[in-house]
Nanobody, 124 residues
Framework: QVHLVESGGGLVQTGGSLRLSCAASGRTFSGYTMGWFRQAPGKDREFVAAVSGSGSTTYYADSVKGRFTISRDNAKNTVYLQMNSLKPEDTADYYC?????????????????WGQGTQVTVSS
């Protein structure tokens, strides 16, 4: 029912910036909480950021707060993750996720729909 497609990943130097996009299907995009998660090689998937359906409330992992910004454009059915001051520790596959009403907004298991992921590599 909900299809998510990420884009915008790539290779960037330490201190650089990237903006990830997640395009969602359907006409009820504003009804979904949207999240970004990431998974580095050999590590568990971890929460990065989330935004409420209206875009009025945002949440961030401590590791990215002050550097990353999540936003959404409901008219375009798209959520963004602006990543600034990138570090090698940010290297991971980044996934977009959606759920109508997550019980726990920071947990991957509370999001029903997922995109395919986009790779971000930060060179040192």
């Amino acid at each position: 029912q909900v299809h998510l497609v990420e884009s915008g990943g790539g290779l960037v130097q330490t201190g650089g910036s990237l903006r990830l996009s997640c395009a969602a299907s359907g006409r009820t995009f504003s009804g979904y909480t949207m999240g970004w998660f990431r998974q580095a090689p050999g590590k568990d998937r971890e929460f990065v950021a989330a935004v409420s359906g209206s875009g009025s409330t945002t949440y961030y992992a401590d590791s990215v707060k002050g550097r990353f910004t999540i936003s959404r454009d409901n008219a375009k059915n798209t959520v963004y993750l602006q990543m600034n001051s990138l570090k090698p520790e940010d290297t991971a596959d980044y996934y977009c996720a959606a759920d109508i009403n997550p019980y726990y907004i920071y947990g991957e298991y509370y999001y029903r729909y997922w995109g395919q992921g986009t790779q971000v590599t930060v060179s040192s």
